[in-house]
C-alpha cells in the first residue's frame, strides 16, 4: 500500500481555485527556506536523493537545475519541469539532449530530472510489472518535497519525457494522485505499450482521470521512428535480439484521440485513417470540437489540434517527417543518439514544448466549471 503526504494548504489552494495563467502564482511552502547545499541559480545541475515509499524502490536519485532568474532568496515562486530520461538513458543525457538547463533555452522553469532504477521506468514491458515496482508514488514523493524545499508556483508545474520516460508522463496523466499536482502532460517519440505487450493495462482502458479534470496533452513523434512506431506496429524490428519482433504500442492518432475524449471531445469519434503519408482523419460530429492541422517547417511537420469546450490545443500532435526516435533539435547528439535519431532537425521540440506549457496552470484550465 502506498502512503501519500496529506496536502500542504497551498497545494490545495492551486489545485481548487479556478484562475488563468496571467494570474499570481501560488507559491509553495518552501519560499523562504535556505538552499539545498551546492545548489545556486544558472549554476551546475546537483544530484539529490529522496526515500520513496513502499513498493517504489527505496532510495532514489534525482537530478535538480535552478535557472538563472531563480531568486537566491528562494522567494520568488517559478514554475517546476519534470523531464523523464529514456529507457537505458542517463539523467544527464536528456539534461543534454532536452537543453531544458541551457538558459538560452529555458530561463524560467526549475527542471527536474528522475532517475528511473536500472535506468528504466515502470510502463516498458522488461520492466517489473506495477504491483512489484510502481514509479508514480516515487514522482508523488519527489514533488511534495521539491514543494516543501523551493519557491515553486504550485499551479505551474509540468512533466514531460523521451520514449520510456514519455511513457511515465502518460501514466501520471492516468494516475490522479500525482496527476491533480501537475497542470499538462507532454511526451516526444514516448512509448505507450499496448495491454497485450505488457500483460497488465495501465496505458488503455486502465488509464483513470479525475472527474471533470481538463487534461492538456502533446506528442510530438516521427514517421520513421522505428523503435517505437507511430502506427503502434513495431513487428518489424528486434532491438532487444529475442529474434521476434518487438512489443507493439497504442498508435500515436489513437493515443491523441483517446486524451480528446476525455478533455470533452465528444465529437470524436473512435476509429482513425492512416493514411499512405499517415496523415490523421477524424471525423467531427457535434459541439464546438475543431480539429485544425497546419503544415508547418516547409511541409516536414504537421500540427494537429483539438479545441476541447473552448480551450484550444488542450490537445496537440505533432507529426516530424523523416524523424527517427529521438528529440528534434537543430544540435547534433552522440553519435548512439543520432543514429536513431537520423540527423538533426530544423527545430527544437524543447521550444516548442515551453511555449506549449506555458497555455497552462492548475486553476481556469482545471475544470470545466
Known sequence: MHFFPPLTPALTLALNTLHSITAPPVPSTGCGNPLPEGLFPGGPSVNFTIFAPEGSGGQRRYLLHLPERFDLRNRTPKPLLVVFHAFGQTTTSIEDMSGFSDDTVNGDMVVVYPEGINNTWQGDPSSPP????????????????????????????????????????????????????????????????????????????????????????????????????????????????????????????????????????????????????????????????????????????????????????????????????????????????EGMRGGPSSWNASSVLLEWFKKWSLGGDRRWG
Open 130 to 337: 506495477t504491483p512489484t515496482l510502481d514509479d508514480r508514488p516515487y514522482i508523488h514523493t519527489l514533488l511534495l518535497h521539491l514543494h516543501s524545499t523551493l519557491c515553486l508556483d504550485t499551479s505551474r508545474v509540468y512533466a514531460t519525457g523521451f520514449s520510456n520516460g514519455g511513457g511515465l508522463a502518460g501514466l501520471l496523466a492516468c494516475y490522479p494522485p500525482t496527476s491533480r499536482l501537475i497542470a499538462a502532460f507532454a511526451g516526444v517519440s514516448a512509448a505507450y505499450y499496448t495491454t497485450e505487450s505488457l500483460g497488465e493495462d495501465i496505458f488503455e482502458n486502465g488509464c483513470r482521470v479525475e472527474e471533470g479534470r481538463r487534461m492538456p496533452m502533446l506528442s510530438i513523434h516521427g514517421s520513421k521512428d522505428d523503435v517505437v512506431a507511430y502506427d503502434g506496429d513495431n513487428s518489424g524490428v528486434d532491438w532487444d535480439g529475442d529474434g521476434r519482433g518487438d512489443p507493439d504500442t497504442v498508435p500515436i492518432p489513437r493515443w491523441l484521440s483517446e486524451w480528446g475524449g476525455r478533455n470533452g471531445c465528444q465529437g470524436v469519434k473512435g476509429n482513425l485513417t492512416l493514411e499512405a503519408d499517415i496523415s490523421m482523419n477524424w471525423h467531427i460530429a457535434t459541439g464546438d470540437v475543431v480539429n485544425a492541422t497546419m503544415v508547418l517547417e516547409n511541409g516536414s511537420v504537421r500540427k494537429s489540434t483539438w479545441t476541447c469546450r473552448g480551450w484550444s490545443g488542450v490537445v496537440t500532435g505533432y507529426y516530424v517527417a523523416g524523424l527517427g526516435h529521438g528529440w528534434p533539435s537543430t544540435v547534433a547528439l552522440d553519435e548512439g543518439w
